[in-house]
């Protein structure tokens, strides 16, 4: 798999997260900065690497589930693993500047 490949496999993949809110909170989880890392392998495999607002998040089985579900539809990919972490914890400084201006920080 070439990096251009890859490259538009990661942009289809942002374009999905995208498209996937915490349910508390009115932005959706890539411009939360709930993903940490998004990995493509040569083979096309995908991972994941997130975090939830909080450990005791009330969508902590289900957000991670969907995320796994919605990219597994991304075209070209073979496999998609997600992984969740608590490292380092998510504060409001990981908000992507669009999602300070949603919820009125800026």
Not at 4 to 20: G, S
């Amino acid at each position: 798999m070439t990096p251009e490949q890859k490259r538009a496999i990661e942009v289809d993949v942002i374009t999905v997260l995208r498209t996937i809110y915490d349910p508390e909170i009115p932005v959706n989880i890539y411009e939360l900065g709930l993903i940490y890392e998004i990995s493509i392998s040569d083979e096309a495999d995908v991972k994941v690497l997130m975090t939830l607002t909080s450990p005791n998040c009330p969508v902590a089985e289900s957000l991670p589930q969907e995320v796994q579900e919605k990219v597994g539809l991304v075209k070209n990919t073979r496999s998609v693993k997600v992984e969740l972490t608590f490292e380092p914890v998510w504060d409001q400084s990981m908000l992507s500047d669009e999602a300070k201006l949603e919820l009125g920080f800026l």
